[in-house]
């Protein structure tokens, strides 16, 4: 069964920033805490797929493949930005369930952790997740919401209409094989100081995202805590 809301000819060229050439692109190594856990994460966007190659200080390249429509149309795959089919709590008990968290962080929020598992998708059923971006910069975002600083409207309002961009995870082997590698695009060196520039910008937007006034027509974790626990 597939979740998506897109066709493959939207995106036949894709995207993976590297510090390195990838021409044949595998599972392992792939960090377990990432945001869908371990897989080999793309983007559809050559600018991100650029800044995520100079992360380090130093100009990456990007390694560009081709789909195979052919073998893509056999691939189970989850678009979590699919508003139609889930929420943003889908993708929120995801991160939660895959991302490192801090002892502390778990102990103080592990009700509304335990709440929001409830959502979880089991990924690993999946050859293809497809999902909004949430690497360090923006982590901080549906943190806040689970410690109840955010409600889900704002959170709502920066993922789902926001400009942050979706990233592509390839779980399976089987997803791997659908893609051909094409070329390596150098990176110029104006891309190794934009990374820090998102990082800058995700900053000051969560700090004044902290500031929004709260409201009691906005709803924040508690509330949905409690209107499930009435039921």
Known sequence: MLFLCFLVNEFMNIYHGSKQVVDHPTLGGSNPHNDYGPSFYMTTDLNQAKSWACKNGT???VNQYRIDERRWD??????????DSFSVLNWIAILMHFRKLEISFERRNKPALEWLSKYFIDVREYDVVIGFRADDSYFRFPSSFVSGELSLDDLEEIFLLGDLGKQYAFMSQKALNALHFDRVIPCEEEYVGRYYSIVSKATAKFNEVL?????PDKTYVL????KDHVR
């Open 223 to 226: 509330d949905l805590m409690r």
């Open 211 to 215: 500031n929004w006034p709260r409201s």
């Open 74 to 83: 056999f691939l189970k795959i989850l678009d979590l930005t699919c508003k």
């Open 59 to 61: 100009a990456g390249v």
